[in-house]
């Protein structure tokens, strides 16, 4: 599969106006006259038509300049020259310092009740902080935008926050929300795009539709991703910022669908287009390495060196942090193509650490191209350690997309929902107004009537009856809705539960059964008979938990389901400790663990067999999983109690319990054994709880004393 690179996308929606010229401000009379020439300079700034190298800095400097310049009691100037500095240093790079003058922008546009700025400076915000790793700070900077959508009908604000939404809900992977929202500011644009002379709205509409194009492309729909592109191609001609970064997509997109020869086509285009002043090395960058991992891809890397070598030096000129990074990581992909592991080694020991931080996918990538490294140069316990560590964190990435989905799924059906109940409640205040403006005419032509006073008093009174009446209606009305409303986030909820419990446990064994196969196929030399017998019954034995794993599941459902009993019955609770034991043989061995069952052979109890062997299957599980290498687990009764007690150094009681009374399940985490667990318990009349007796030990109680 072709490995799309992680680059910085420029987020930022510019105005057009002509090229920049300093004013002369000793020309204006006034202050006003003054702060409006110096604001149409640092407009004309931001467009830099012709590609000049320090027209950032200089945008950056004439905003702070414009900050001087204006009465600190005037937040709106203040907050366009705010916005002017960030956007300087934005495309400088400098991304503390963009967003400390994005936020100050957003402060002073608050104060000022400024919503239009406001727009802005949230819509500048959610990439910046992105880039900076602080995703809460980007949320609320949605929800702002979210608030003004909801109540606005400014089209310009509309778009622009539409556009930002989208943004926010591609970077969390909420593909479906983002597509929505991008179609709409799209669809919005679109109206005019044809017919507008102002370049700006050409500039954002082609800008718009490299960004779908590219949610289109992360979700494997090459073709509508070309589509977009060709849509947004019309209007290339308004910037060379708009030209190149729809070249770089192109040569992404055609890569990525296996057509080398229009990716070079494109590729070439941008060559030439940029040969005198490249305006962003981000994205001759990209479409180099994005060819260099194709011909990789496809095992030729004598095709792929001069496209490597070219991305690396530019990325060394500009001396980009995050392009030297991702030149580095191809070049350690070459190295081990070709056969020079030690340098292979090298350079994904620098980068496996960054690519960690920065994105999981590369992470996944770059353990895989190490283990292939490592079993290169004959390193078979290292390449062996490596490719368990990529098995996992694909197995990861597969378990949080899907999860994902679901939230997205969710949060695209509640979004469709609030939509309609907006345009439900708009469509009724236009008819309030509507009776209330005719209620006010019928109330002054009664006033004008002064012989038909006591008709005017007596229709009063009727209306004022009809009105308390009409509240009753409207009251019962609401009530129904909330309790509608009620149910349906009840079913929701369940429904939601359901699906996080069988994305965690059922996806994981079966996963377990792909690599187990995976390796099997890919590495079979890597077995000796010993391992493959091992092997083999390692494969039985993550088959048989699947249908454990199934059965549990089954069990939980029919839990939630009303009217369902358990089947109480006096059962010997060393037995089935006993048998769930057996199951646990195979990971108890990997990790040489003792166990001590002290459980009487009496120790009776009247509860369900179904559900008590999932409880004890989950804790058993849970205390082998966490328990160190080579330490003990004991099993004693005591007073209607058992307790299985094991050795640990990286959980607590508090946690643990913690988790036990967590009613939301959320399949990213850990613990949706113990929840599943804590629901069957519930349903036979016992209690699960942690207790720790020291640092070194933890024990998971079972308790019929309730």
Same mark, same amino acid.
């Given at each position: 599969?072709?490995?799309?690179?992680?680059?910085?996308?420029?987020f930022?929606?510019?105005?057009?106006?002509?090229?920049?010229?300093?004013?002369?401000?000793?020309r204006?009379?006034?202050d006003?006259?003054?702060?409006k020439?110096?604001?149409?300079?640092?407009?004309?700034?931001?467009?830099?038509?012709?590609?000049?190298?320090?027209?950032?800095?200089?945008?950056?400097?004439?905003?702070?300049?414009?900050l001087?310049?204006? %009465?600190?009691?005037?937040?709106?100037?203040?907050?366009?020259?705010?916005?002017?500095?960030?956007?300087?240093?934005?495309?400088q790079?400098?991304?503390?310092?963009?967003?400390?003058?994005?936020?100050?922008s957003?402060?002073?546009?608050?104060?000022a009740?400024?919503?239009?700025?406001?727009?802005?400076?949230?819509?500048?915000?959610?990439?910046?902080?992105?880039?900076l790793?602080?995703?809460?700070?980007?949320?609320?900077?949605k929800?702002?935008?979210?608030?003004?959508?909801?109540?606005?009908?400014?089209?310009?604000?509309?778009?622009?926050?539409?556009?930002?939404?989208?943004?926010?809900?591609?970077?969390?992977?909420?593909y479906?929300? !983002?597509?929505?929202?991008?179609?709409k500011?799209?669809?919005?644009?679109?109206?005019?795009?044809?017919?507008?002379?102002?370049?700006?709205?050409?500039?954002?509409?082609?800008?718009?539709?490299?960004m779908?194009?590219?949610?289109?492309?992360?979700?494997?729909?090459?073709?509508?991703?070309?589509?977009?592109?060709?849509?947004?191609?019309?209007?290339?001609?308004?910037?060379?910022?708009?030209s190149?970064?729809?070249?770089?997509?192109?040569?992404?997109?055609?890569?990525?669908?296996?057509?080398?020869?229009?990716?070079?086509?494109?590729?070439?285009?941008?060559?030439?287009?940029?040969?005198?002043?490249?305006?962003?090395?981000?994205?001759?960058?990209?479409?180099?390495?994005?060819?260099?991992?194709?011909?990789?891809?496809?095992?030729?890397?004598?095709?792929?060196?001069?496209?490597?070598?070219?991305?690396?030096?530019?990325?060394?000129?500009?001396?980009?942090?995050?392009?030297?990074?991702?030149?580095?990581?191809?070049n350690g992909?070459?190295?081990?193509?070709?056969?020079?592991?030690?340098?292979?080694?090298?350079?994904?020991?620098?980068?496996?650490p960054?690519?960690k931080?920065?994105?999981?996918?590369?992470?996944?990538?770059?353990?895989?191209?190490?283990?292939?490294?490592?079993?290169?140069?004959?390193?078979?316990?290292?390449?062996?350690?490596?490719?368990?560590?990529?098995?996992?964190?694909?197995?990861?990435?597969?378990?949080?997309?899907?999860?994902?989905?679901?939230?997205?799924?969710?949060?695209?059906?509640?979004?469709?929902?609030?939509?309609?109940?907006?345009?439900?409640?708009?469509?009724?205040?236009?008819?309030?107004?509507?009776?209330?403006?005719?209620?006010?005419?019928?109330?002054?032509?009664?006033?004008?009537?002064?012989?038909?006073?006591?008709?005017?008093?007596?229709?009063?009174?009727?209306?004022?009856?009809?009105?308390?009446?009409?509240?009753?209606i409207?009251?019962?009305?609401?009530?129904?809705?909330?309790?509608?409303n009620?149910?349906?986030?009840?079913?929701?909820?369940?429904? !939601?539960?359901?699906?996080?419990?069988?994305?965690?446990?059922?996806?994981?064994?079966?996963?377990?059964?792909?690599?187990?196969?995976?390796?099997?196929?890919?590495?079979?030399?890597?077995?000796?008979?010993?391992?493959?017998?091992?092997?083999?019954?390692?494969?039985?034995?993550a088959?048989?938990?699947v249908?454990?794993?199934?059965?549990?599941?089954?069990?939980?459902?029919?839990?939630?389901?009303?009217?369902?009993?358990?089947?109480?019955?006096?059962?010997?609770?060393?037995?089935?400790?006993?048998?769930?034991?057996?199951?646990?043989?195979q990971?108890?061995?990997?990790?040489?663990l003792?166990?001590?069952n002290?459980i009487?052979?009496?120790?009776?109890q009247?509860?369900?067999? %179904?559900?008590?062997?999932?409880?004890?299957?989950?804790?058993?599980?849970?205390?082998?999983?966490?328990?160190?290498q080579?330490?003990?687990?004991?099993?004693?009764?005591?007073?209607?109690?058992?307790?299985?007690?094991?050795?640990?150094?990286g959980?607590?009681?508090?946690?643990?319990?913690?988790?036990?009374? %967590?009613?939301?399940?959320?399949?990213?985490?850990?613990?949706?054994?113990?929840?599943?667990?804590?629901?069957?318990?519930?349903?036979?009349?016992?209690?699960?709880?942690?207790?720790?007796?020291?640092?070194?030990?933890? !024990?998971?109680?079972?308790?019929?004393?309730?």
């Open positions: 599969m072709h490995n799309r690179l992680l680059l910085l996308l420029g930022l929606l510019l105005n057009f106006l002509s090229n920049a010229q300093e004013p002369d401000l000793s204006y009379k006034t006003k006259e003054r702060i020439a110096w604001m149409n300079y640092c407009d004309t700034l931001r467009i830099n038509q012709r590609g000049l190298k320090d027209n950032y800095v200089h945008l950056q400097q004439a905003g702070i300049k414009g001087k310049m204006v %009465n600190s009691s005037d937040m709106e100037d203040r907050s366009r020259f705010f916005f002017y500095a960030a956007i300087g240093y934005y495309y790079v400098k991304f503390d310092s963009a967003q400390y003058y994005f936020y100050q957003l402060h002073a546009a608050q104060e009740h400024l919503v239009t700025q406001i727009t802005k400076a949230c819509v500048a915000l959610i990439p910046v902080n992105f880039q790793q602080q995703r809460q700070k980007a949320e609320e900077c929800n702002i935008l979210q608030s003004i959508v909801d109540t606005t009908h400014n089209k310009s604000i509309l778009q622009d926050s539409y556009y930002a939404l989208g943004s926010y809900y591609q970077l969390i992977s909420y479906s929300t !983002a597509q929505d929202y991008f179609i500011s799209l669809e919005s644009r679109e109206k005019e795009v044809d017919t507008t002379q102002d370049p700006k709205k050409k500039f954002d509409y082609a800008i718009q539709c490299d779908l194009s590219k949610l289109y492309l992360n979700t494997q729909m090459v073709d509508k991703s070309l589509g977009m592109l060709r849509q947004g191609e019309r209007f290339a001609s308004v910037s060379p910022n708009v190149n970064r729809l070249l770089s997509s192109f040569v992404e997109a055609f890569t990525t669908s296996g057509n080398i020869d229009s990716a070079l086509y494109y590729d070439n285009e941008l060559n030439e287009q940029t040969k005198d002043n490249p305006i962003f090395p981000s994205e001759i960058v990209s479409s180099d390495l994005n060819i260099a991992i194709y011909y990789l891809d496809h095992h030729q890397a004598s095709r792929a060196l001069p496209y490597i070598n070219k991305g690396d030096t530019l990325a060394a000129s500009v001396r980009s942090p995050l392009l030297v990074f991702q030149a580095q990581l191809i992909r070459y190295d081990e193509e070709t056969g020079k592991f030690d340098q292979a080694i090298a350079l994904l020991n620098q980068s496996i960054i690519a931080q920065l994105d999981k996918e590369l992470y996944s990538n770059a353990l895989k191209t190490m283990a292939l490294a490592q079993k290169g140069k004959g390193n078979l316990n290292e390449a062996l350690t490596y490719y368990e560590q990529y098995a996992e964190q694909t197995d990861s990435i597969t378990k949080e997309k899907l999860s994902t989905n679901f939230a997205d799924q969710e949060t695209r059906y509640q979004t469709n929902q609030k939509e309609e109940r907006i345009a439900s409640l708009d469509k009724e205040n236009r008819l309030g107004v509507l009776e209330l403006q005719n209620a006010s005419r019928t109330r002054l032509l009664l006033v004008i009537g002064l012989a038909a006073l006591g008709i005017i008093a007596l229709l009063l009174y009727f209306i004022y009856l009809n009105k308390e009446k009409l509240n009753k409207l009251n019962r009305k609401n009530d129904q809705l909330g309790e509608l009620g149910q349906l986030a009840l079913a929701n909820e369940t429904k !939601a539960k359901l699906f996080g419990i069988i994305g965690h446990d059922l996806r994981s064994p079966v996963s377990k059964i792909v690599q187990l196969l995976q390796l099997q196929k890919e590495n079979p030399e890597l077995l000796g008979e010993q391992s493959r017998k091992r092997h083999e019954e390692q494969l039985k034995t088959s048989e938990n249908l454990e794993t199934m059965e549990d599941l089954l069990l939980w459902s029919k839990s939630q389901m009303q009217h369902f009993t358990p089947q109480f019955a006096k059962l010997n609770i060393t037995e089935i400790v006993e048998k769930e034991l057996s199951f646990l043989q990971p108890i061995d990997d990790k040489n003792r166990i001590t002290e009487p052979g009496a120790f009776l009247n509860t369900d067999e %179904n559900f008590m062997s999932v409880i004890i299957r989950n804790l058993l599980q849970n205390t082998v999983k966490h328990s160190p080579g330490s003990s687990i004991r099993l004693i009764a005591y007073d209607q109690k058992i307790k299985i007690i094991n050795q640990t150094t959980l607590n009681s508090i946690e643990l319990n913690a988790r036990l009374a %967590n009613k939301q399940v959320n399949s990213k985490s850990s613990g949706m054994g113990l929840q599943i667990a804590n629901d069957l318990a519930a349903s036979i009349g016992v209690k699960i709880y942690f207790e720790q007796p020291d640092d070194t030990q933890l !024990a998971a109680v079972i308790s019929w004393d309730n």
